[in-house]
């Protein structure tokens, strides 16, 4: 039993036992160095081998953070056995990441759903803990590939065990549970110092001492060792300042200074190396004319230790007051005899490392080897370690040319990879390239990270211009930075700019032809549409979707998941639906993981408005779990408003005000303004359902500000007009509304939107005079009739029924509040449940609770899974789809056939293929 840690251990063998129960989890442990988190991790070793679970180990090294999928390599090597019962890709992906295989044309989501698969294919022959000590020194492809194991594979057999020092630059953990690890308390501190000193030691010694190092293990551990064991029994008075906590760095120097000069020689060289293999060390102590023992003494003083042909440093400490007590000179000649003793072919990145920190200025051949480890690093999909062996080869470059292209390249790959303040300040070093089109290139690597990380105003005016200037030269790439330019007009808004843009880029993309001009059109349809030129951008935009169809599928699905909202957009929901749903199902047979939380969103908002909530709500969840899961800022925005607006459909007050919440917060960072507005009008669209129209009022006038601001002439996009005008006449403020009502009349027609002169009726038909009332309802009902998005059909038959009521006319009212109320059911739109509920009560009818419909007894995810086994998807097919493992998936299946008293999948199937129907009708 750990001194003192009987309540994480505790819990760590909970964690592990709800693995052996196919319940697994992950637990972060946190906190500063030498406080015991490797000690609890070796508990869990021992646990886990004890109930029979495979151990992977793997301890993260500084000097091999930059090493693409290192630790990565160290976690699955024991599983390569498993790697056949991958998918190609994925099997391809995994090995060239893993320097198993050749080298293929991969990016990092692909390796992470091969390790996700090969971990969950290794769980079902025996369950798995997953130990990684030290995960702030793993290289960032590996850790964010076990970052992200660790989120998906929840409730399965396997555990995931992270340490992490505190203080130290650590990704979002943001989804998994933390433990912060603090000091030992008073009484396990003593008994430690007690165990290690070689005399007694006083209480109040013992107290003094356990203050001052707040209780750190490795702390008192040290200090029991290097005090005078009069210091310690209290016969001589403690030293001032104690030799502690800041300063174990500085007394572990000591302790390496008292080693003979050969002695010292050879742990500079280890601590160079890393935790390393001895064959390398040997041939590099032979090269600088070391003998071979003279790790030897360094072992007896306890400050390595050599065991299975490792040599592994006691603490990250010692290694680190190795090297930093080292002069510049003693470190270069280490890295330089390590470059040259690892000659193997599989050490080749780890050569070139070696060689880039030996060097104290350029160095023309180091730079090019280099460069070679960056390409390597690319094609196994490790854009961080691709980006800082490109960058470390530019700082050594010795031609100007050779180094501004080298740095703009590295700032591309460090954009690519998600550290955009790393791009931008590489770009921002390249002044003045002597190349057009290679200033351009870094204008549009500064241009997209200012869009995407909240200054897209400030993007446009940079692509925008860039593009001028290589207009001629590179019409391509010109075409490709106006593309992005009129992307960040909408961001902000600005649909004339954005559509002037895409007319540029359009232009300039049927000079170069080919693949050029997709990227254009689409945003030329997404600009004509918000610019209320629908017919259009809707006929530009299927051909849009015709093309791509012809390419091969992993250049068509990043077209493909973007051009669906914008045909919903122009009320083609069919073809919307239809597109999105394919490119949804290629994104998830190719790994195309980027591109998932996007598409999962649309999908959400364009079922949403198709009245199929459910289904829009288990794509949001899905949406907002991935980008969270990826660091996708923009992606998580979008999806979280659409998760608000089917969570509002549904009458989920709660959980649709906190999604809108985070909507708004990250696109007021982000500077998405269009998002914005969209959020806004879906917290009005809730608070009206509420029968809140005083509470409605605020955020749509928000939205009716920002879109004046925006001359954004697409009334589906962000619907505030309709829900200001019926708050308004819900609050008695009609002249208000008839204002309102004359604005958005001319939005419509502009627009000519079939979604929007149904919707145009029903506001006229409640502003209208009692007499002409009647008249006008039975206009917007027939407008309505045929059209795809059934909750305003039936909002309209509500208002139209409480109309008839306060004209006494309590039969017509009651079939239209019934019909209403049917609907409303349908889509199970809770809080218009409610309403049409209270309506009919009015007329003196009294209505009973409709049975609970059957998706609304699935968490989103049940949804899913029974919906892809309902259309023949075996449980491993499944779990493939929604990157899960089978035991997650039989899981969910278990508890959805017990939910709907099903016993089969052919009974499964036959109900949703029900519901399916009745949905349709």
Known sequence: MLLGRQRQTRQ???????????????LVIRGETGVGKTALLRHAEVEA???????????????????????????????????????????????????????????????YVGTLTLLSAAAEAAPLAVLVDDAQWLDRASLETLLFAARRLRGTPIAHLFTVRAGVAFPSTEGLPEELLDGLDAEAGHTLLSQTAKGSVAPIVAARLHRETAGNPLALTELAVTLDPKE??????????????????????????????????????????????????????????LPADALTEAEAAGLLVIRDGTIAFRHPLVRSAAYRHANEDERRASHRAIADALDAPADSERRAWHLGASTAGADAAIADELETTSQRALTRGSHPAAAAALE????????????????????????????????LALADEVEDADDSQLEAERHHIQGRVLMWTGDPTRAREILASGADRVENAAPAQAAAMLVDASIASTMTGD?????????????????????????????????LILNGLTREGVQLGREVVARARELPSHLACPILTSIPIVLHFGEDHETAREVITEAVDTAREQGLLALLPYALASLSLIESRLGRMRRALAAATEATQFARDLGLRSELAFACYCAAVAEGG????????????????????????????????????????????????????????????????????????AEYIEALVLLGRRPEAALALAEFADIVESADSAWGRAVLARCRAMLAPEGYAVVAFEEAIALHEGGPIP???????????????????????????????????????????????????????????????????????????????????????????????????????????????????????????????????
């Not at 002037?500 to 997709?518: F, K, N, P, Q, S």
């Not at 696109?667 to 269009?674: C, F, N, R, V, Y």
Request: charged share 25%; glycine share 6%; hydrophobic share 45%.
């Open 232 to 289: 310690l029994d209290g016969r001589r008075p403690l030293p001032e300042p104690l030799p502690i906590t800041v300063h174990l760095e500085l007394g572990f120097g000591a302790r390496i200074s008292d080693l003979s000069h050969f002695a010292r020689r050879a742990l500079i060289l280890a601590a160079a190396c890393g935790e390393c293999d001895v064959g390398p060390i040997a041939r590099a102590l032979t090269s600088l004319g």
């Open 392 to 423: 470390k080869s530019a700082r050594i470059t010795p031609d100007g040319k050779s180094r501004a292209r080298r740095l703009v390249a590295a700032a591309g790959l460090w954009e690519r990879a998600g550290f955009g303040v790393r791009a």
């Open 495 to 527: 649909c004339a700019a954005a559509l002037r843009l895409a007319r540029r880029a359009t232009a300039l993309g049927a000079r170069v032809g080919g693949m050029a001009m997709l990227g254009p059109q689409f945003s030329l349809a997404h600009a």
């Open 650 to 721: 549904l009458g989920m007050e709660a959980e649709s005000r906190e999604h809108a919440r985070d909507a708004l917060q990250l696109a007021q960072e982000l500077g998405i303004d269009s998002l914005v507005t969209m959020t806004c009008t879906a917290i009005g669209v809730l608070e009206v359902s509420l029968q809140r129209p005083d509470a409605a009022v605020g955020p749509l006038e928000t939205a009716r500000s920002l879109l004046r601001h925006q001359n954004m002439r697409q009334p589906i996009v962000a619907p505030w007009n």
């Open 12 to 26: 760590i063998e909970q964690l592990l036992r709800a693995a052996r129960a196919s319940e697994g989890g992950a």
């Open 49 to 111: 081998a004890a109930q029979k679970m495979r151990v992977l180990w793997v301890a993260g090294i500084e000097s091999e953070s930059e090493l693409a999928f290192s630790s990565l390599a160290t976690v699955l090597h024991p599983l390569i056995e498993n790697l056949q019962k991958l998918p190609p890709r994925q099997r391809a992906a995994l090995e060239a990441a893993l320097l198993l295989g050749p080298s293929v044309e991969a990016d990092r989501f692909a390796v």
């Open 791 to 921: 909750l305003d059909r039936a909002r309209t038959r509500l208002r139209f029924g409480q109309l008839l009521h306060r004209q006494r006319r309590t039969l017509e009212a009651r079939r239209q509040l019934r019909a209403a109320l049917s609907e409303f059911e349908l889509l199970e739109a809770r809080a218009w449940i409610d309403q049409s509920k209270a309506a009919l009560a009015a007329t003196g009818e009294r209505v009973g609770d409709a049975a609970r419909p059957h998706l609304a007894l699935l968490t989103p995810q049940e949804t899913q899974v029974c919906l892809a086994v309902a259309n023949g998807a075996t449980n491993r097919e499944v779990a493939a789809r929604f990157f899960l493992s089978t035991k997650t998936v039989e899981t969910h299946l278990t508890s959805a056939y017990r939910k709907l008293a099903v016993r089969s999948r052919s009974e499964l199937a036959g109900l949703l293929a029900r519901i399916e129907l009745r949905e349709r009708a």
